[in-house]
DNA sequence: TACCAGAGGAG
DNA sequence: AAATCCTCTGGTA
């Protein structure tokens, strides 16, 4: 048993050489392959063997066949061009495609190693839960004394260290004398950062984990050894860390043994206001993280002694152990997408769900002898980009107050039109089918013979599903439990990106006209679920893509709701094709509907569902959210409105009394593009331009925590980061007007009280009161 | 008051 | 570097 742990290649003797990194029972292991030869495809504008005689004549080229290839469902003869050396493929890709007899270049822009792991079939990953792996996570805590720290000039203080088997070290220059016996005391920066490099091969570590590692931890240990002239090397037989570039990140390589950095998986994973690595262990374990201010750092450290001293190193101690704790209950999901889409764990794990599906496509591809299409260039993009598709449909909700609601939906919508639609480039206005069965509103039809590709692909994605659940509800162990748990999220994840994938521009197997076939059927089932659902006496409530929210008028029996539900699902179910299927998702006493996608419901068990309300959203204030939660509790759960105003106007004086905590007023926000960017920079961007000259970092991707403070005139002139305003200081007007009373005036409007009565200022007598 | 840019949610 | 639909805010004219 052995799991394929990293794959990269070198070049021998001026031949590729791919190098394989094994976990063995024993230990690491290599195996070299030297018989695996970089290669590309032609395809020819008509005589195929005059582009043949051209290409067999180009330098560096070893050997060229004419092989049977599928190439949009058309069996046809391609050129297999192979060369020395991988940089090969990339000089005469270009050369061959600028001769006249070539229609196009295919497959040439595929990572060697990568290539070499779809040809061989090799899975990576494999067995890694009985290997056992070794796993240390690693973090650094820096000089700073002038707010962000200088690579060249500020020194590590700290290297913390934990690993999966027992070891927790802090090494450092200062704190040997504090009594924590996880701290080691050297006696210069470079005897850490060597302490570190020699702990990570000597405890035999498979497996490297950060928490940001990638854009800060190892770019800076990087520039601090080459401050101290030595280098970062945690690689297989010492190789050095190598810092890539990752669209607009890096990436940190380290050779043979994977570093897998949980801030980008995290981000993918989870939807929450802030990505601090206190608030990913927060939002996992349900436990505070204890935390030290970046600014309060060197003034800590050169005072040298005290509480506050000993209290940096455990909080030191203390991310290595959370971000170790944090990768040990997100790793089994990145191994296992690494096994389905056959990229090596540091690949995967930085790869967004476009790219993870693309190559488990091409994977696909060459198992079946189908050329892969081309990434499109940016001319394409840009043309795809512009054209837009009708998608969901959303049911104008009935505003206000419902009882017994009942939530009916579409198991996996569209992955279930997909595949009993037959859906794919290469089905579509077949030439064999009439189009009776198979067609969309948009007027294509799929073909009802020859299955399509993706549909395949996906097919199989759905029935593994299947079948990992069936063999979950079997499962007593704990352990195997949740490895087969991870196993179908794995699966739900991958067959859930399938129709994003088709209407994503950047796409090899981009297609517009699927996407919109796919989402019409979409619309086309929901619109017939309806009507269906009205004919047999439901009240339609909301609906939005593929739900529906209903109820029975005048019928207040839970049995009688229970057993007509079930009975109109029987019916439809029985109309729907292929894998469709409509479920009973949930009955719900009590909800309030407000617009389209926000709303809020309770369940059975005085559970408070919210939907896009304010509560559910980063960019308002807690305080807001906080009450805007306890109103809906009062009106939903207790149905005491009064109570629920009584709560509004407690806030407002609190508000206004000037002692709210400035942690309940942050606003957090998002920079989506470069700060000079903006056409119209928001209050956020404002914030941050001016922290930027205080000292702070901020770039396109941060959240910006900021506070609408007293001082200057627009919102934006009063908003500040909260790092530099003092608690106290906050507009409590902005707070009251445009925060709290919008929020909870959305929903108290349904009983109709006014913003003036919230405010203390009496009812109003309205038109309406005279009625 | 109407409109736009920007953000973040739902499914 | 998965899509579209939708609401809401703050700024501007």
């Known amino acids: ?72 469902e058309i069996e046809r003869r391609v050129l297999r061009i192979t060369v020395k050396q991988p940089r090969d493929v990339s000089s005469l890709r270009g050369e061959v495609k600028d001769l006249e007899e070539c229609e196009e270049v295919r497959e040439a822009d595929l990572p060697f190693a990568q290539r070499y792991l779809i040809d061989s079939g090799i899975t990576p990953m494999e067995y890694a839960e009985e290997m056992d792996l070794r796993v240390a996570s690693f973090d650094m805590e820096v000089y700073n004394p002038e707010g962000e720290p200088r690579p060249e000039k500020d020194p590590i203080l700290m290297v913390s260290y934990s690993d999966n088997k027992g070891l927790r070290r802090v090494w450092s220059t200062k704190g040997g004398n504090l009594g924590l016996e996880y701290v080691v005391e050297l006696s210069s920066e470079k005897a850490l950062i060597k302490k570190f490099m020699e702990t990570v091969e000597e405890r ?64 993918q994973l989870f939807n929450l206001p802030r990505y601090r690595l206190e608030d990913v262990y927060f939002e996992l374990f349900n436990e505070e993280k204890i935390d030290i201010k970046a600014g309060e750092m060197r003034r800590i450290w050169d005072t040298g002694e005290g509480e506050e001293f000993k209290a940096f190193f455990e909080y030191s101690m203390s991310d290595a152990d959370s971000t170790l704790k944090i990768a040990e209950a997100l790793l089994p999901l990145q191994y296992e997408l690494s096994r389905i889409v056959r990229l090596p764990v540091y690949e995967c794990s930085r790869t967004a769900s476009g790219q993870r599906v693309e190559h488990l496509l091409i994977r696909e591809a060459h198992h079946r002898n189908i050329l892969v ?52 480039c290469s089905t579509i206005d077949c030439d064999c089918c009439s189009g009776e069965k198979h067609r969309s509103p948009t007027g294509h039809y799929f073909c009802e013979k020859r299955k399509g590709f993706i549909p395949t692909v996906l097919g199989a994605l759905v029935e593994r599903r299947v079948g990992v659940k069936k063999e979950l509800m079997k499962e007593k162990d704990p352990a195997r439990k949740s490895l087969l748990d991870v196993k179908q999220q794995a699966l739900k994840l991958l067959a859930n990106s399938m129709y994003g994938y088709f209407g994503f521009p950047r796409a090899r197997w981009y297609s517009r006209e699927c996407a919109e076939a796919i989402a019409a059927l979409g619309r086309q089932y929901i619109h017939e679920t309806i009507g269906k659902a009205r004919k047999s006496g439901f009240k339609v409530i909301y609906g ?37 299927e409509l479920e009973f998702e949930g009955f719900y006493p009590r909800g309030i509907f407000i617009t389209k996608k926000r709303y809020a419901l309770m369940d059975e068990h005085g559970m408070l569902l919210v939907k896009g309300l304010e509560t559910r959203r980063r960019d308002w204030a807690d305080i807001v959210k906080e009450t805007q939660e306890k109103v809906l509790n009062a009106l939903l759960r207790e149905k005491d409105h009064e109570k629920a105003a009584d709560i509004v106007k407690d806030v407002v004086e609190r508000i206004k009394e000037g002692n709210v905590p400035l942690e309940k007023l942050a606003i957090n926000t998002q920079i989506t593009r470069g700060l000079g960017e903006y056409v119209q920079p928001g209050p956020h961007i404002i914030a941050a331009r001016k922290a930027l000259k205080e000292g702070l970092d901020f770039k396109q991707g941060n959240i910006v925590t900021y506070i609408i403070t007293r001082r200057g005139d627009s919102i934006s002139d009063k908003a500040r980061v909260i790092d530099f305003v003092k608690e106290g200081d906050y507009d409590a007007d902005y707070y009251i007007n445009n925060q709290l009373l919008p929020a909870v005036m959305r929903i108290l409007e349904a009983f109709d009280y006014t913003e003036d009565e919230m405010k203390g200022l009496g009812k109003q007598l309205t038109l309406d009161s005279f009625n």
């Not at 854009?215 to 080459?226: A, E, G, Q, T, V």
């Not at 795809?384 to 009882?403: E, N």
């Not at 893509?545 to 079930?566: A, C, F, N, Q």
């Open 204 to 267: 035999g570590i498979d497996i490297i984990v950060t928490y940001n590692g990638d854009n800060f931890d190892f770019p800076y240990l990087k520039d601090r050894c080459s401050f101290n002239r030595i280098t970062p090397a945690l690689g297989f037989n010492g190789a050095a860390v190598k810092m890539e570039r990752r669209g607009m990140n890096f990436g940190a390589r380290i050779r043979g043994r994977p570093h897998v950095d949980m801030f980008p998986v995290c981000r």
């Open 544 to 580: 939005d893509t593929d739900s529906v929210y209903l109820k029975l008028e005048g019928v207040d029996s839970r049995e009688e709701i229970m057993e007509r539900s079930g009975a109109f699902l029987k019916r439809l179910n029985s109309e729907l094709p292929g894998d469709m």
């Open 373 to 424: 299409p081309n990434k499109p260039s940016d001319r394409i993009f840009e043309e795809r980009k512009g054209k837009s598709y009708t998608g969901a449909y959303v049911v104008d909700p009935v505003k206000g107050v419902h009882d017994n609601i009942i939530l009916f939906d579409f198991r996996s919508l569209y992955p279930s039109i997909i595949t009993s639609y037959n859906i794919d």
């Open 1 to 72: 048993m052995k799991t394929l742990l990293d794959a990269s290649y070198t070049i021998r003797d001026d031949k590729p050489v791919i190098r394989l990194f094994y976990k063995t029972k024993k230990g690491v292991d290599v195996e070299e392959v030297t018989d695996f030869q970089p290669y590309f495809y032609a395809t020819a504008r008509g005589d195929w063997k005059e582009l043949e005689k051209k290409i067999r004549s180009m330098e560096g080229v070893v050997s060229v066949d004419g092989r049977e290839m599928i190439d949009h």
